[in-house]
Each structure stands twice: as C-alpha cells, then as structure tokens.
C-alpha cells in the first residue's frame, strides 16, 4: 500500500507529465531541435507555475518543502520526453546550496529560481564525472572586507545559454583546504564557446578574468553537504534515466506488437520477447538504482552514502545502456534515425550516465572499499 | 521508492536476529554454511519446533490460521534474518507453499486438518508439478486422475520432486480432463506419501547429492475432499503456489550470507588468499556481484513494501536474478577456492575429512554444480521470460 506522500508524490508525477506531454512532446518539439530553435522558456514557466522549481526548498523559504521523493517523480517525468533541462542543476543543486549561503543571497537568487525567473549553468565535474580538457577551475583572493576577485577558467558548464547564473567550485589559495562554492553572473565569463552533447544538451567553456564579487555570493560547503549535492545530482540523472528507460520499454514494446515480419508481428518471435524481458528486468534495476541513491540522501554515515553513490552508478551504466542500445535494434534501422525517439533516446541515456562518471569507475572505487572492509569481518547487508 | 523498513518490520527483525544468535545450534549452522542446499529432514523439523517454541511455527500465515499474522514486510523482515542467520530455510513446501495456498483457495476443513501439522513441523510436505513430458511446459501435464464416485484414481509419474523421500504428504497437479486451452482441465490434489500406490525413486544430482525424485503413481486414491480450488481449475491454484516458490528462490538474504562467507574466505588465513585479494580481477569480480546483491536487494524491498501483489508479479523478474546471481556468487567461491574446489565431497557428511584437498573446501564445489537446477527448478529462466514478456509487457497475445 502506498504512503501518502507516495502518493502525493505521484500526484505531483502526473501534474509534470501531462504538463509536458502537452507542451514539449518529443515529436512536436523535434522539428524545432533541428534548427536549434527550441526554447525552454515555456517549459521552465510551466514548471514554476506547478511548484516544481521551488519543491526542494523548505516552505519558510516559499518552496514546497519536498523531498529526494517528489524532486525523482519530476527528473523521471523530465526523462520520459527525453528533454534536457538546467533543472537539476537549478532546483537542486542551486537551491540546496543557496539554503547554506547568506540570507541576503538566498533573498535575491531563491525567488527568482521558484518564480522560473533564473535559471542556474554548473560545472559537470563538481557533481560528476571528471572531466578532460584545459586545467580548469576558479581561484578566489579576498579584496578587502566585502568582496572577492575571481578569475579562472570553466569547462564542461551545462545549459549555461539560457541561464543567467553559474556556480562553481571556489578555491582561495590561503584556504586550499576548504571547499566553497560561488554564484557568479553569466556576465562574468568571457571568451566563452558553446558547443552541445549529442543528446541536444547545451554545454559551454568560459573564462573569468578577475570578476570581482560580493563576498556573499561565495558558499562554504562543508564535506557534507559536497556529499549530498554529489547525490542529489546523481539522483536527478538517474531518475531522468529512469523514466526514458520507462519510456523506450514502452515504445519498444508497441512497435514490436505493431511491425509484421515474416508474416506475424515481431512480438510473436520468442527471441525477441526474451530480449523484452531482459529490457524490463534492467528497467526495475533502473529503478531500484534510484531507490538506492534516495536511500544514501536519506543515510547519516558518509562512507556508507558513498559506497552506495558507487554501487547505483556502476549498476545504473550498464542497464541503461542495454536499454538504449536494444531499443534502437529492437525498432531496426528506423530506430536509428535522428527524428525517432528511439535515436533520441541512447544520446540522452549515455549523457545522463556519463555526468555522474563512467560505469567502471564507479565499480573501481566499489572494489576498493570491498577490499578495505575485508580484514574488518562485518559484512551485513547495506540497508 | 523507500527502502527503510517500517517501526514494527525493523523491530521485529532486531527480535528475530537475537533470538537466532542464542537459539541456532551451532551444528545446525555449520550444516547450512556447509551444505545449504540440502538439509537432512531431522534438522529441518528440529529447526522447527525451536521456532514454533518461540510462536513462530506459523510465520507468514494469517493469525485466523494459527499463524502468525505479520504482514507481508514484517514477515520479509523476519525471514531475510534468519537467512542472514544462516539458519535452516524454512519449511518451504508445507509452511510457505501448502500452508499458504490452502489459505487463499482451500477449504476450511482442509485448512484445519492440515495446517496445525504444518505448523506444528510435524508434516513434511513435498510438491508434484513436473513430469517427463512437462517441465517449463508445466501445462502440458499428463499423470491423470480419474473420478470414481468421492475419489480421483491416479495413474501416471511425476519428475523432479524435492524431498519427496522424506515427505509425509505431496500437492500436485493433475489432468482431469481437456479444454480448449491445456492450462483447463488440471486439478490441484492433496494427499499422503503412504497413500497406497505411491512408489518413490531417487534421483541423483550431478554432483551426487539425492535431493530429487522421481514418483510413480499406480491407482492411487484420493478422497474429492483432498481437491484445492475446482475441478479443472488446477491450474490457477498452482500459480499462486508457484509465485511463492519463485519468491523463495530469489533469496536475498542467502545470497547476502553467501557473499559474506566469501569475504570471510579471502579474509583468512589461507596464504592463497592473499594473493587473490590483490587480483584486481576477482576484487572487481566480487565487486560487481556485490553490487548486483544491492540493487536486487532493492528491488526485492520496494516490490515487498508495495504490497502483496506488486510482490508477486515481480516474481519471475526476483527468481532470474536471483538464481543468477546466487549461481554467480558460487562461480566465484569456486574459482577463488581453485582446484580444491574439484574435489568431490559426500553431500552432509560434514563429519568426514575431504580424502584430499583443504579443509572445507568441498562447499565451493557442491554449491557451483547444485545451483545449476536453481535457474531451472521452479519455472526455469525461459519461461520467467515468457511470463515476463506475456504478462508484464503484453506480447505476444495478438
């Protein structure tokens, strides 16, 4: 039996589904993705106007109060149409980190985020996979009392078109040691290029030349809360992988049942409803990934949180991409086409997989805490 | 998307792990941890009567039944602690499967004749679903009984019977009669082992342990009362009781067990281990397993915490992978073990030193060869597929 705040949860599902379906279905707003004239403008106002944008932040603050719960329902919904959005790195990373920053920025910036008037570009590596390319990074120096000097470069920053502000990791060379975070006007890149993920996403590098800021706009991020923004992000790309798996399951499915071949629909073959079953076996570990990863939010002890990040993230590679793989197969050439949700839907899968780091490393570092807890003899279950 | 178990569920398992740390004999859990695949009748009814001294005979049936009256998560509670205890599986056709079905689709007669047995660990019960000509075709059974006045007469064998040589009684379907489809027209019969006409033959496993048998039924009688469900509607009852199965065979928490030992293995002493501690290999080898535990573990909870039902359909999608993976973890056991792990070892004889090899190393062995039936037994992982694609995803039925 359901909870009720499961079932509010679902409620709130059903709310950003049929918003979505309504407003950016894959096949209505696909013609306007291939001459790269799709605006999120109206998505992102849709969602204020649900409360989706503001649901992680306590309702003191005007949010709605929510959970790791209701923030899974809205990514997976987000990952069922294959859209990308800054909605992760907006209305949950931005907004957890802004609950620890200076009233006076949590005044300015928290509204505009819940009202969809701001919209927030991070850095894939501070909440993900690493990332290649030129040393990147900002490093901070103190000007006076108020303020902060700022200059560096960024790379691999994520829907920063359209966005208005950047957070980024801080380091201040008399504090190597200590973590900071810093909201930065996207007026304080210059020389930025843009370029975007195969799956549409828009991703950009930038420099900041000496851009000097309040000293309010800097966050002190504690080990803990770099932990829980790491798994919130991973939550936000597993969820958004789960509802596509959901969705590429459900197409798959009706085009076999659909096609005729060799005088009978696809469906009839076994070979083929084997290969479903494997696809709906990997779709309830998708699952079960999230539900993991909710679990590790949910879980004082940060080595057990992040040896379950490792063990849903390495789990979570492999079957979204047998899910994305056999979907194109499973549809044939067709499904292999630019225009077809089925192309549209690996891209997406691979994107949302590789922002939180490659399977194999995940299973690298799972090993290396299995190896250190072997002398130790407790070996219970994780949960 | 929760996985915490509720107040009462983790507080029932806080009780339950206690009383198994005191409770198990110690011989009775170096027997599972030696041999877990087969547990000698003796030590399966001791085990038991220990619970049913504590007022758990009953788990997992309803408290109008004698039983316990947990729900569903405390009961999950309760078992995933007792395979974590490497305590005896419990009794699983009579208490879990019988029981059970009797529960949902038996008479109240049936009910009170059979169950305080059940309960009580007096009654070993054995399943006969299988025959030579219906295995994953399981509807295409063909040991017939006919009905004479207040009695069916059966003639015809039954294939693959667990434990049929230590039962007391057998559930089993039988053809009564055809339809259109050949899932009508089966009938779902109780009756004793020492029911006239019953002839048990053993059958031996490849790594030579007696766990199944072959039965031969030759005019054997059994009262209409005996019947479960309708005649000719066999086959819904045996779903539900296979569902049950299914379940049982996933275990998690056995697996859990399982996995630990093998830890405990490349933690000892054994200078060999060592150096297979440092193979990258087998620490991602044994990683990636651990992992797959986890996310099956999950799996296996969310389905439990929403509800009987949701339980149930998951079923087959618990049973491939988690006889897989119990499969995997044997694999695993095995190779690191190496060689010694060849060395044939007599099924629960855990009294006679293996003639060669290290000591306790024969368990690597017989759980790679015995859990080769695991992803068969029970509806084999083909036809998990099967029930997956028709059912789950609605294929094929156009």
Redesign the interface.
């Known amino acids: ?3 009720p705040e ?1 079932t509010a949860a679902e409620m709130l599902g059903e709310s950003v589904a049929r918003f979505l379906s309504e407003t950016c279905g894959f096949y209505e707003r696909r013609p306007a993705e291939a001459t790269g004239a799709y605006s999120l403008d109206r998505v992102w106002e849709g969602l204020a106007q649900i409360g989706a944008l503001g649901l992680t932040v306590p309702e003191p603050r005007g949010g709605a109060g929510a959970g790791a ?1 209701e923030a ?1 329902v809205v990514c997976r919904e987000l990952g069922r149409v294959a859209l990308s959005t800054p909605y992760v790195s907006t209305a949950l990373l931005a907004s957890t980190a802004l609950l620890e920053a200076d009233p006076e920025l949590q005044d300015e910036v928290l509204p505009r985020i819940i009202e969809g008037r701001s919209r927030v570009a991070v850095v894939a590596s501070d909440f993900g996979a690493p990332t290649g390319g030129e040393k990147a990074g900002l490093a901070g120096r103190r000007v006076g009392e108020h303020e902060v000097s700022i200059e560096g470069y960024l790379s691999m920053l994520l829907h920063l078109q359209g966005s208005d502000l950047v957070m980024s990791s801080l380091r201040f060379g008399d504090a190597a040691d200590t973590d900071y975070l810093v909201f930065l006007p996207v007026a304080a890149l210059s020389e930025v290029s843009t370029g975007r993920f195969y799956d549409g996403t828009p991703v950009a590098a930038g420099r900041v030349e000496k851009a000097v800021v309040h000293a309010r706009r800097v966050v002190k991020v504690s080990a803990d809360l770099r932990q829980r923004m790491r798994l919130l992000f991973a939550l936000g790309c597993a969820s958004e992988a789960s509802g596509l798996a959901d969705a590429l ?1 459900q197409v798959t ?1 009706d085009y ?2 659909s096609r005729t071949a060799f005088g009978q ?1 696809l ?2 073959f ?1 070979a ?3 290969r ?3 696809l ?2 990997s779709q ?2 998708i ?6 990863l ?2 590790a939010l ?1 879980t004082a002890d940060c080595l057990q949180r992040e040896r ?1 990040r490792h ?2 993230l ?2 979570l590679g492999g079957h979204v991409r047998r899910i994305g793989k056999e979907a194109i197969q499973l549809h044939g050439a067709t499904g292999a086409m630019w225009e077809h949700f089925a192309g549209a839907g690996l891209p997406r899968l691979m994107v949302l997989q590789q922002l939180c780091g490659n399977p194999d490393q995940h ?2 570092a ?6 250190d ?3 130790t ?1 407790a ?5 | 998307m929760r996985l915490d178990l509720s107040a009462e569920a983790k507080a029932m398992a806080a009780e339950a792990r206690e009383f198994f740390a005191t409770a198990l004999p110690d011989e009775m859990r170096r027997h599972v941890v030696q041999c877990p695949e087969i547990i000698p009748i003796e030590l399966q009814k001791r085990w038991h009567r220990i619970l049913a001294s504590r007022g758990w005979g009953g788990h997992g049936l309803p408290a109008a039944a004698g039983g316990t009256g947990w729900s569903d998560e405390v009961h999950h509670a309760f078992l995933r602690e007792m395979a974590l205890a490497d305590a005896p599986r419990p009794m699983l056709y009579g208490l879990r499967m019988v029981a059970t079905t009797l529960v949902r689709y038996g008479t109240e007669d049936q009910v009170r004749r059979h169950l305080p047995g059940i309960i009580s660990g007096e009654a070993m019960w054995c399943q006969a679903f299988s025959e030579p000509d219906a295995g994953s075709d399981l509807a295409a059974v063909r040991c017939r009984a006919v009905r004479e006045g207040d009695e069916y007469v059966i003639h015809g064998t039954k294939l693959w019977t667990t434990e049929a040589h230590w039962a007391d009684a057998l559930c089993g379907i039988f053809r009564t009669g055809t339809g259109a489809r050949k899932q009508e027209g089966i009938t779902f019969l109780l009756m004793p082992m020492s029911a006239r006409g019953i002839e048990v033959r053993p059958l031996k496993l490849l790594e030579g342990s007696h766990e199944v048998n072959q039965i031969f039924f030759d005019g054997v009688r059994v009262p209409v009362s005996e019947r479960v469900g309708d005649e000719g509607d066999g086959w819904r009852v045996a779903k539900y009781l296979l569902a049950t199965e299914r379940l049982e065979i996933a275990e998690v928490g056995r697996s859990w067990s399982l996995l630990g030992r093998i830890k405990a293995v490349l933690a000892g002493p054994d200078a060999k281990m060592r150096t297979q501690c440092e193979n990258p290999v087998v620490m991602t080898r044994l990683a990636e397993l651990e992992i797959r535990l986890l996310v099956l573990d999950a799996t296996e909870r969310r389905l439990v915490l929403d509800g009987a039902e949701a339980l149930r359909a998951g079923a087959p999608l618990l049973k491939i992978e988690g006889s897989t993976l119990a499969q995997d973890l044997s694999e695993l056991l095995l190779d690191i073990t190496g060689l010694d792990a060849q060395v044939w070892s007599k099924e629960y004889d855990l009294d006679t030193p293996q003639p060669v090899g290290a000591p306790g190393s024969g368990v690597a062995g017989r759980l790679f060869y015995n859990s080769r039936v695991r992803t068969i037994y029970g509806g084999s992982s083909e036809t998990m597929r099967n029930l997956i694609a028709r059912h789950d995803l609605k294929l094929g039925q156009g």
Do not use: K, N, W
């Not at chain 1, 699952?287 to 993991?292: I, K, Q, W």
């Not at chain 1, 799972?366 to 190896?371: G, K, P």
């Open positions: 039996m359901r909870s499961a719960a899974f399951v499915a076999l049942r629909t469906d009839r076994q083929l409803q084997h479903m079953a494997d709906r076996m309830e570990a699952r079960s990934c999230v539900a993991l909710i679990h949910q379950l063990a849903a390495a789990a299973t690298h799972y090993a290396h805490i299995v190896r807890e072997l002398p003899g070996y219970r279950p994780l949960f």
